[in-house]
């Protein structure tokens, strides 16, 4: 199942994206998106996890979540 996380720290990695995931499960992919220009994050990205169980509980668990000072918003990618 593909994770949609918004609202995330410019300075959140994606190892530490990652780390927070796998409390819940494995991670097969994890991606945070860039500024083309910059390089920099959008505030965004994804996190693919294999068993929808570990995804679901990562989505209701972690969704209102502090990460580096911001909430951040955890919800099913379309």
């Not at 068993?51 to 911001?70: C, H, I, T, V």
């Amino acid at each position: 199942m593909r994770l949609l996380v918004r609202n995330m720290s410019r300075k959140t990695t994606e190892k530490d994206l990652r780390d927070l995931f796998e409390t819940f499960g494995s991670v097969q992919s994890c991606v945070i998106v860039n500024d083309a220009e910059t390089g920099t994050s959008k505030g965004f990205g994804f996190v693919e996890m294999p068993k929808s169980g570990d995804a679901k509980a990562a989505m209701l668990r972690l969704n209102g979540q502090r990460l580096d000072g911001e909430t951040i918003r955890v919800k099913r990618a379309k």
